[in-house]
C-alpha cells in the first residue's frame, strides 16, 4: 500500500478518536439518565404507597383537600380527572366527610376550585359536603388558603388529597408549615384506570372570569417559582 494510503487511514482513524469517544460518553449519560429516571420514579410510587397507610390508618377526615387544575372545555386533562376521581373515591369510602377543592383563575379563565365543584356535585357528592376556595395560584397556596377555610368550618382532621407527583414536592412545606395536614396521594398505578373513565359535561359559566389575565402574564417565570417554593404566604390574594 503507498505511504500516502497509510498516511490517510492514519487521520481518519485519529479523528475518529474523538467521535467514538464522544458517543460513548452519551450512550453511558443516557443509561444513567434513565435508570435515575427509573429509580426516582419507584421510589415516588413506593413512597405515596407507604404514605398513603400511614394517614389512612386515621381515617376518617374531616375534610380534604384537592388542589385545583386549569381548566380547559375542550379536554379532560387526566390529571384532573385522577384528583377528581380519587376525592370521589375517599368520600364514597368514607374516609373523608367532606372535600375542599381549591384553586382561583389561574391559566386559564375559570376558577378551579368552583369548576371542581360543580363537577363532584354533578359525580353525585352531596353538594353540602364540598367547598370551593378561590385565591389559591400556587401549589403551597392551595393548602395554605384551604387549611384556613377548613378551620373558619370547624374541620379539625384535615388531609391534602392529590396525585403522587404534586404531593412528593409539597410534603416538604407541609411537614415544615403546615404541621396537622395528613397525606392521602393516590399513587400512578391508578392512573389508568381512571383516565378510562370521563367526567360529567358540566355548567361552569358560573366559574368564568371576564377580562382575564393568565399567571404567566402576570408573573415573570421566576416570579412564579419563588412563589411555589415560598415557605411564607402573605394575604395578597385576598
Known amino acids: 500500500m503507498p505511504s500516502r494510503l497509510y498516511g490517510k487511514a492514519f487521520l481518519f482513524s485519529v479523528s475518529f478518536i474523538p467521535v467514538k469517544k464522544f458517543l460513548s460518553g452519551f450512550i453511558v449519560v443516557s443509561v444513567l439518565v434513565v435508570v435515575a429516571v427509573v429509580f426516582l420514579s419507584w421510589k415516588m410510587k413506593r413512597d405515596a404507597i407507604e404514605t398513603y397507610n400511614r394517614y389512612v390508618a386515621n381515617a376518617p377526615y374531616d375534610v380534604i383537600i384537592v388542589p385545583g387544575l386549569p381548566y380547559d372545555t375542550g379536554r379532560q386533562n387526566i390529571l384532573l380527572k385522577v384528583r377528581m376521581l380519587w ?27 368552583k369548576v371542581m365543584k360543580t363537577i363532584a356535585d354533578s359525580l353525585g357528592i352531596p353538594a353540602e359536603h364540598t367547598f370551593a376556595e ?22 379539625k382532621k384535615i388531609a391534602l388529597a392529590t396525585d403522587q407527583y404534586q404531593n412528593s414536592f409539597l410534603s416538604s412545606f407541609m411537614e415544615e408549615l403546615m404541621t396537622g395536614v395528613a397525606q392521602l396521594p393516590v399513587n400512578v398505578d391508578s392512573f389508568t384506570a381512571y383516565d378510562k373513565e370521563l367526567l360529567p359535561a358540566v355548567d361552569v359559566r358560573g366559574a368564568f372570569i371576564n377580562n382575564f389575565i393568565p399567571l404567566n402574564e402576570r408573573q415573570s417565570r421566576w416570579e412564579r417559582l419563588c412563589a411555589s417554593l415560598r415557605k411564607e404566604i402573605g394575604e395578597e390574594n385576598q
Open 87 to 113: 376525592a370521589k373515591s375517599l368520600f364514597d369510602k368514607g374516609i373523608t366527610k367532606n372535600i375542599i377543592f381549591s384553586g382561583g383563575a389561574v391559566h386559564t379563565a375559570y376558577i378551579e376550585g
Open 134 to 155: 378561590d385565591k389559591a395560584e400556587h401549589g403551597n397556596e392551595n393548602i395554605y388558603y384551604s387549611k384556613k377555610l377548613a378551620q373558619q368550618s370547624g374541620f
